[in-house]
């Protein structure tokens, strides 16, 4: 379980984080929407341990794993840089298929394009177990089909181990898709927070009916 109490993360006189209270429930894929600068980044930032927080009190499992939204790669091929990671050959060539990448298997990490970076990425991270996982805009560079299998790939992955799932999108179709809970920031603070589609249906504030009035299920 993920617990947040009176989280605030301040800049100098400048608020980006305010949240009263948050519980995240084993198992369960929450996503966090919101515009840019709205808090999402700097949540996930404090929740995997990267940023400290300003006040308040964060709760969270032994093992966590972070997919920033900026993502690398290390020097050789994919298949060497999901190994590099624990992962065996067999089950990197796994990942690598199931995130569209089996045909690259043997080409430079460094020649990628931006959505194939961000699969490969997204392959080292799945190569591990965790108990929570967070990702930052994990379909941001990709088209739609490589946002279809990064879809597909989060969800296996949290079938496989029930983890918890904590993931950034400006994406309606992963927010739908794959998460059971919505939470729209607004200035570090939620604005909404349920069910993706009663969120859509009757949103619990004018900023957020103004944020997802473009969105459809």
């Not at 617990?3 to 894929?29: A, H, M, Q, W």
């Not at 060497?80 to 796994?94: C, F, H, M, P, Y």
């Not at 199931?98 to 020649?111: T, V």
């Not at 560079?141 to 950034?168: F, H, P, W």
Request: hydrophobic share 40%.
């Amino acid at each position: 379980m993920v617990e947040i109490k009176s989280l605030k993360k301040c800049y100098g006189d400048r608020t980006v984080l305010d949240i009263p209270e948050l519980v995240f429930e084993n198992g369960t894929v929450t996503a966090l929407a919101g515009a840019n600068g709205s808090g999402k980044t700097t949540l996930l930032r404090i929740l995997a341990g990267i940023i400290k927080k300003t006040e308040g009190s964060v709760k969270t499992p032994a093992s966590v794993l972070y997919l920033p939204q900026q993502c690398y790669a290390f020097r050789g091929n994919l298949i060497k840089n999901i190994t590099l990671s624990g992962a065996d050959e067999k089950e990197a060539s796994v990942l690598l298929r199931k995130l569209g990448l089996d045909n690259l298997a043997s080409k430079k990490a460094k020649s990628l394009s931006g959505g194939e970076l961000q699969r490969l990425a997204l392959c080292r991270i799945l190569s591990k177990k965790c108990e929570l996982l967070l990702l930052d805009e994990p379909t941001s560079a990709c088209d739609a089909r490589g946002a279809q299998l990064v879809t597909e790939a989060i969800n296996d992955y949290k079938e496989k181990y029930g983890c918890t799932v904590i993931m950034s999108t400006h994406s309606p179709a992963l927010a739908v898709n794959s998460a059971q809970r919505l939470i729209v920031l607004g200035s570090g603070r939620i604005e909404a927070d349920g069910a993706p589609s009663d969120i859509l249906s009757s949103p619990e504030s004018q900023w957020a009916k103004s944020f997802t009035s473009g969105w459809k299920i």
